[in-house]
Structure formats: C-alpha cells, structure tokens
C-alpha cells in the first residue's frame, strides 16, 4: 500500500487560502495539515515529518513592508538549518501567491545560495 505524502501548508498572520490549499492536495491523495509557522519555532511541530511544504497566498503580516518580506525573514532567522536540510533531502516546496515572493524573499529558489 502506498502511504499518502504528508503535505504542510504553513500559515501565519494575513496568509489566506490555506483551508483551500489544503482541501485540494487532500483531494489529491496527499495528507495535508495547516501548521501555523509558531509550531515549528517553538519545535512543537518538526518540518522534517513532511514531504511538501506549501506556502499559500494572502497578504503575510499585511505586507506592510514589502510583499512577503516579513514572512521571508521568519523563515530565514528562525528555521533556515531546518529548511536547508528540508530541501537537502530533495523535499518540496510551493509558493502561490504571496507564498511566491515569500520563496524569492527568503532565498529558498533553486540557484540561491543566501539561506
């Protein structure tokens, strides 16, 4: 039996589309969770028991500085070594939206070697 890939749909405040981000990789055949990005800080929640990370849409703490720029360096001060490994480990990851310009933002594309 194949098992399902565990998907991780990470929200924070002003992130929206996450309930349907989720829904359609569940109507994929994926397992997917909404995890709020304090889990992973906080390490009640570990980035490494998912196969795909998805970063939705929305407008990240009210992209009051600039389109995901906040959300960005989140990601890059508080949970670079585990997303470095993340994608060492050959894992996924999708940005739409606002999810986007997080990936630009944070150095996560392929080729960026700043993360």
């Known amino acids: 039996m194949r098992r399902k890939p565990k998907v991780c ?7 929206n589309c996450d309930k349907e981000t989720a829904f359609a990789f ?8 909404l995890v709020h990005i ?9 980035l490494h028991d998912y196969q795909i ?17 906040i959300f960005a360096n989140e990601l890059r001060s508080k949970l670079a070594a585990d997303l470095k490994k993340f994608i060492e480990e050959g894992k996924l990851i999708i940005g739409i939206c606002n999810g986007f310009q997080i990936l630009v933002k944070s150095g996560l594309l392929p080729g960026n070697h700043e993360l």
Not at 26 to 33: C, D, F, I, M, N
Not at 38 to 45: C, E, L, V
């Open 38 to 46: 304090n889990k992973f800080i906080n390490a009640s929640s570990n």
């Open 9 to 15: 749909v990470l929200r924070t405040a002003g992130t």
């Open 53 to 69: 990370l998805t970063l939705p849409g929305g407008f990240s703490y009210g992209d009051d500085i600039a389109s995901g720029k």
């Open 26 to 33: 569940s109507k994929a055949g994926a397992e997917a969770e």
